[in-house]
Every structure is written in C-alpha cells, then in structure tokens.
C-alpha cells in the first residue's frame, strides 16, 4: 500500500546522534489521514516501539526509554518521517523499522501498522 524506506543508520560511540528518515511512496498521505511510527530490534529481541507521530497534526508520542533523547517529526512537502537520536547507547543498538497505519492514533503496538520498511542498523558502541 505504503511503501517505505529507511535510511541514516551507522555506527555511533556511546551518546552520539543520528538522525534516521523514512521516505514514503504510494498511497498519498494528502489523501489518506496516516500515522507514522519507528520500531527497534535487537537480535534475539522482540520488536519495541520507539516513536510514533500524527502525520496531519504532527502530535507525537515516545517510548519511555528515549523520551527525553528521540525526537520524531515529519516533512510532508517530502513525504518523509525522521527520527534524531541524540544520547545514543549500547542498548539503542538495534535493526529500527519504520511503520505506517491508516488512522490518526498513534498505536505503539507492531500488530497496528500494515506497511513496513527494510530497516536501517543502528549500532552504539561503548
């Protein structure tokens, strides 16, 4: 329906940032009311939620665990959602997936999100 693409991942020392971006085709988010969202995974880990915001309105809402650190925003002129990472550590090191739903509720469960990226790599080193 939706197609993404992540990108922006790489290797960071211990409290670097990254910015990641998701580029979205297909199905127009001028037409369609969407929400937007980022996913993490680490190996032998379940999928957590990061971060997820309102494409129209830009309302967002965060994990508990990068609250204060991530920041999710979108670009609509460029069909594109980031997410800046700042603080990284160790335990940010995951497989981040970006996700997107018909619907304005920012949903923090995968089980929500019907279109999928590839993901991109984040690693922290200590």
């Known amino acids: 329906q939706v197609q993404l693409v992540e990108s922006g991942g790489g290797l960071v020392q211990d409290g670097g940032s990254l910015r990641l971006s998701c580029a979205a085709s297909?199905?127009?988010?001028?037409?369609?009311?969407?929400?937007m969202a980022w996913f993490r995974q680490a190996p032998g880990k379940e999928r957590e939620f990061v971060a997820a915001?309102?494409?129209?309105?830009?309302?967002?809402y965060y994990a508990d665990s990068v609250k204060v650190r991530f920041t999710i925003s979108r670009d609509s002129a460029k069909n594109t959602v980031y997410l800046q990472m700042n603080g990284l550590k160790p335990e940010d090191t995951a497989l981040y997936y970006c996700?997107?739903?018909?619907?304005?509720?920012?949903?923090?469960?995968?089980?929500?999100?019907?279109?999928w990226g590839q993901g991109t790599q984040v690693t922290v080193s200590s």
């Open positions: 996700a997107g739903k018909r619907g304005t509720f920012l949903a923090s469960t995968s089980m929500q999100y019907d279109s």
């Open positions: 297909g199905r127009t988010f001028s037409t369609y009311s969407m929400a």
């Open positions: 915001i309102s494409w129209s309105s830009g309302s967002a």
